[in-house]
């Protein structure tokens, strides 16, 4: 897939709540800024759309609404010390709102949508 060239980190949590951490290597990631009008003003809202090649999916890896995705490579384990919400304001993190797998065509992908 051209463009892929972007690694990630995605939590995605368990049935037990803890958190499986998947790095994920060979991905594009694209970051969009919509300008929306409001009773209030104008509002700003930030998308990203991420799509992950089949060929780079670990095997265990099944994406999920509300989990977290951060650009780059990611070490930290959440748990007591460590909350999901606190990753996510220190990296900027997206959680996930529309998950599309995608294997028609000639590059089948996990696209992942978020905000």
């Known amino acids: 897939m051209q463009g892929a060239d972007k690694t990630i980190t995605c939590y995605i949590e368990q049935p037990d ?19 929306n009008t409001t009773d209030k003003g104008l509002s700003l809202d930030n998308f990203v759309s991420v799509r992950i090649p089949i060929e780079n999916v670990p095997k265990e890896f ?21 909350k ?20 028609d065509g000639q590059c089948p992908h996990w696209k992942l949508e978020g905000v």
């Open 17 to 35: 709540e803890s958190y499986a951490r998947y790095i994920i290597k060979g991905v594009s990631w694209r970051e969009e800024t919509a300008v």
């Open 62 to 82: 099944e994406p999920k609404k509300e989990s977290l995705i951060i650009l780059g490579e990611c070490l930290e384990e959440v748990g007591v010390e460590t």
């Open 84 to 103: 999901i919400a606190a990753l996510k304001r220190e990296y900027n993190g997206v959680t996930i709102k529309a998950i599309h797998h995608n294997l």
